[in-house]
């Protein structure tokens, strides 16, 4: 079956860095695009980030443009997310999730359990 | 950015009890929509995409409709497994937006 395990979340300091790490199993991870999404404390679904299936096409939310950069090793199934220069809306519960498609974003077909970021002095 | 907008924000009703409930999209979205139900403390889980189509092993009590800007999501005979916050979200064009959800709660 399909798993998805994000670690990586923690407590950062406004102006910091980290990464999150993804770690897929149960399918053909260099098959698919992959995506991040994040939800703040009590609050909805954003969109973060989508990599294609061999890590060309990339697409970031304005939010986080510039700040945030997606990546994928398929030789060791790992999705990443480095997010630098945090600011405390950034806090939330990231997700890292499994498209139906390969090149373009369409959906959130499988989910981790998330990683909570938490930016704050 | 397409804006999505789910309605009502909350609702309640009773066991049984046939749901709908709406999201609307600030322009047209032809059926690029997916629908998300989210319980309290866990990850969101696909239900429907592409406006109608419904995930492998979803219940057919669940099902949506709709195309352009304004789309629905029905639940036929509420379960108490139902009770969840419930997104729209659009793949038209990015960036990926998500409705604010609609929240589902037991009479």
């Known amino acids: 079956q399909v798993q998805l395990v994000e670690t990586g979340g923690g407590v950062v300091r406004p102006g910091g860095s980290l990464t999150l790490s993804c770690v897929a199993s149960g399918f053909v991870f260099s098959s698919y695009g992959m995506q991040w999404v994040r939800q703040a404390p009590g609050k909805g679904l954003e969109w973060v980030a989508f990599i294609g299936y061999d890590g060309r096409n990339k697409f970031y939310a304005d939010s986080v443009k510039g700040r945030v950069t997606i990546s994928r090793d398929n030789s060791k199934n790992t999705l990443y997310l480095e997010v630098s220069s945090l600011r405390p809306e950034d806090t939330a519960v990231y997700y890292c999730a499994k498209d139906h498609r390969a090149a373009r974003p369409k959906d959130f077909h499988y989910w981790g359990q998330g990683t909570l970021v938490s930016v704050s002095s | 950015d397409i804006q999505m907008t789910q309605s009502p924000s909350s609702l309640s009703a009773s066991l049984g009890d046939r749901v709908t409930f709406t999201c609307q999209a600030s322009q047209a979205i032809t059926k690029n929509l997916n629908w998300y139900q989210q319980k309290p403390g866990r990850a969101p889980k696909l239900l429907i995409n592409?406006?109608?189509n419904l995930e492998t092993g979803v219940p057919s009590r669940f099902s949506g409709t709709g195309s352009g800007t304004d789309f629905s999501f029905t639940i036929d005979s509420l379960q108490p497994e139902d009770i969840a916050t419930y997104y729209c979200?659009?793949?038209?064009?990015?960036?990926?937006?998500f409705g604010q959800g609609t929240r589902l709660e037991i009479k």
């Open positions: 979200q659009q793949y038209d064009r990015l960036p990926i937006t």
């Open positions: 592409d406006a109608s």
